[in-house]
């Protein structure tokens, strides 16, 4: 009893958590509905769009309305307005991903919705959950991966974790972002089941767990811009999904007022230029719209601020600036996103010694551009020659810009750690990045494999890079995604094997630019608008020939395209190394209440050390009334064994779980086949197996 009150009094005194997400109540939407009858409808049109220095909200002030500040997402807190500040820098969302952990993605969340609270900031723009489809895509780094299930999961965990700190988490961008490359001009055409399959879930998911704000992306979709699309907006997000918190645009991509009107959208972003008195007067008092239509928008975004109680919100001075809590969980995100895709001889961990570390990215913390990059760095980063070096002990680690050729001074090293991969210049928003790692780099790899040490690369990327020149040739390949402000620390910890790798990919590794589908399906084709353009938009002005992308692989993304097309991927999906080994046995599946089952089975550390096995459960229909993809993920748990040690686990997988979605009733339907349930370690390591009869 005791401890019940101590802990109510903590939770209600410290103001550091909430003990649930805020849910937007009928007494919210009336308030919502009395502060909107009471704004002229000038103030509700300002009311709309942002407001200045890009990261405020119009406040109206004479009722009490205050301004509401937003910062970027997704690796931490980036700014305050428009000036960036030092915050938490966390793993990207990718990272998030690949460490196959709810709790981690809950503990990011929390982490950045602390920091959000301490500086004041109500809204953040994260996570960013667009689907892998190709490598080369500018913004994968933020995003997580290629399976709509693992990105649903951790990407609610992590909305879950900023928004039970009273902060609005936005998941964007709605939806198919899946390349920069002419971002702003390019619509991404897929058919109805193919977006309801695979580009739609983790939003739909996302609102379905009540995520208090969407935006909509750059790129059009089916040859409508997204913040102008009712189809996506009004129909999908609204009537289908039933979301009633805001909506708002990415920032300047509105292009007509009739369109950004009618859409469904409630906030246009940074600023009014669609939005704006002076063009949606004239279609008021045409009767093109109504003010019923403004006055939805003002109260979805009254409601959701009232909700998560953020209207006059202050920085909150019990939380530190600077929060250990934080820093702990960056730390706890960065050793279990990095993924070991080749330990050749058990070359890691490091056995001691000397070791020299070269590459571009060893004693520097690279980070992905554009509005998700965290810089300037937090004062607490540590490079992967700091987190190395403080090992101290038997690790006698040199930092050299290149690789010694004098016999004398090879002759001392053991090992020779690469740091490579790409960085802010040249992985980011509004550009695409190059399959190839960028200039140099290889050779760097080349000339340590011709010193004939043992040679560990360590990749900063956000997804797969061109290995072929030395894959076979290196005695190991760490991903370390970008890793965040503890990132040194954490990979030292894995290198040394404090820690064991225990990351698994996210998206398919191919091993070569031409074996992804997608590089030879997707065609770009001409798509002239003839949009209107709004009198004062002199930069939407300029916008007039769009490209279509088709997605024509449909759901046959990823490893879902492995059996479909027939390639064998280098690495696959939910695949990556541990310092030990694990059984699976024992597999057991019982149905539960309608269509539902529980799927039990054991596994075994059988190594030499502790470590964690992310044991994924694969769902395949074996005798579909459609063609499906061979098998989907649909469960996953990572369990942490110590060496010998065993755990039984149920996994319960839902109805849904074995349902597709049917284009002719325009709904998910259950498949009553005969289906496989596969356990495994990847989407290719299936260890056990069970068929299934409804
Ligand atoms: C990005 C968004 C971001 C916004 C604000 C845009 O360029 O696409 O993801 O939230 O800028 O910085």
Redesign the pocket.
């Known amino acids: 009893m005791k401890k019940l009150a101590f802990i109510t009094f903590f939770v209600l005194f410290s103001g550091l958590m909430q003990a649930s997400v805020p849910v937007i109540t009928q007494e919210d939407k009336d308030q919502a509905a009395a502060l909107v009858k009471q704004m002229t409808l000038q103030e509700k049109i300002s009311f709309i769009s942002g407001w200045k220095d890009?990261?405020y909200t119009f406040p109206v002030e004479r009722l009490g309305i205050k301004s509401i500040l937003l910062a970027?997402?997704p690796q931490g807190v980036r700014s305050i307005g428009d000036k960036a500040e030092n915050s938490t820098y966390y793993p990207c969302g990718l990272a998030v991903a690949a460490s196959w952990n709810r709790d981690v993605a809950y503990g990011v969340g929390t982490g950045i919705g602390q920091d959000a609270r301490a500086r004041g900031i109500s809204i953040m723009?994260c996570p960013?959950v667009n689907i892998y489809r190709n490598a080369l895509c500018g913004r994968n780094f933020e995003y997580y991966g290629e399976d709509p299930y693992l990105a649903s999961e951790q990407a609610v965990s992590y909305i879950n974790g900023i928004q039970e700190q009273g902060v609005i988490a936005?998941i964007?961008?709605f939806c198919m972002n899946n390349q920069e490359y002419s971002r702003h001009t390019v619509s991404s055409n897929a058919d109805e089941r193919t977006m309801n399959e695979i580009y739609f879930p983790t939003f739909r998911k996302a609102v379905e767990n009540g995520v208090g704000a969407v935006?909509t992306s750059?790129n059009g979709v089916n040859g409508v811009h997204s913040a102008e699309n009712q189809w996506l907006i009004k129909y999908n997000l609204r009537e289908r999904w039933g979301f009633q918190s805001l909506v708002m645009s990415?920032?300047r991509s509105n292009y007509t007022p009739l369109g950004s009107a009618t859409s469904g959208l409630d906030l246009e972003?940074?600023m009014g230029y669609a939005l704006n008195y002076e063009n949606l007067k004239p279609l008021l008092d045409n009767g093109v719209i109504a003010e019923s239509d403004i006055d939805e928008k003002c109260r979805h975004l009254l409601q959701t601020y009232i909700a998560f109680g953020c209207l006059g919100r202050e920085p909150d001075p019990r939380i530190p600036l600077d929060n250990p809590e934080s820093h702990a969980k960056a730390y706890k995100a960065a050793v279990e996103g990095p993924v070991l895709l080749k330990n050749a001889g058990g070359v890691l961990p490091l056995k001691g010694g000397k070791i020299l570390l070269v590459g571009p990215n060893a004693d520097y913390i690279p980070f992905g551009g554009?509005?998700?990059r965290m810089y300037p760095f937090p004062e607490r980063t540590t490079t992967l020659y700091q987190g190395l070096s403080a090992l101290g002990g038997k690790y006698k680690v040199t930092f050299r810009s290149g690789i010694p050729t004098k016999p004398s001074e090879l002759d001392k090293i053991q090992y020779i750690v690469v740091a490579v991969g790409y960085n802010k210049d040249t992985e980011k928003?509004?550009a695409d990045r190059t399959y190839a790692l960028p200039a140099g780099q290889d050779e760097l790899i080349q000339a340590a494999v011709a010193t004939g040490k043992k040679v560990i690369v360590v990749v900063y990327s956000g997804g797969e890079v061109d290995m072929t020149k030395w894959a076979d040739q290196v005695d190991a390949v760490l991903m370390a995604w970008y890793t965040g402000q503890e990132s040194g620390r954490a990979l030292a910890d894995i290198l040394s094997g404090k820690v064991s790798p225990s990351g698994r990919l996210p998206f398919t590794f191919w091993g070569s630019w031409e074996k992804n589908p997608v590089s030879r399906l997707s065609y770009n084709r001409q798509w002239i608008s003839t949009k209107l353009y709004g009198a004062n938009q002199k930069f939407l002005k300029r916008v007039a020939a769009y490209e279509y992308v088709d997605y024509n692989e449909g759901v046959f993304v990823g490893y879902r395209g492995v059996e479909h097309f027939g390639v064998e991927p280098l690495y696959a999906f939910g695949y990556g190394l541990t310092y030990s080994s694990f059984d699976y046995s024992n597999l057991r599946v019982d149905k539960v209440d309608g269509h539902g089952v529980n799927v039990t089975f054991t596994v075994t550390n059988t190594g030499r050390c502790a470590a964690a096995e992310v044991a994924q459960v694969y769902v395949a229909p074996v005798n579909p009334s459609i063609i499906r993809p061979d098998h989907e993920l649909k469960g996953y748990e990572k369990l942490f064994l110590g060496k010998g040690e065993s755990h039984t686990i149920t996994l319960t997988l839902p109805e849904s779980a074995f349902s597709y979605y049917d284009k002719g009733s325009h709904d998910w339907t259950f498949d009553p086949c005969k289906y496989r349930i596969l356990v495994g370690a990847s989407a290719s390591d299936i260890r056990l197996t069970e068929d299934l009869l409804f």
Do not use: C, I, Q, V
């Open positions: 890009k990261f970027d997402g723009l960013g936005t964007k961008h935006m750059y990415d920032w972003m940074p554009g509005s998700g928003e509004d």
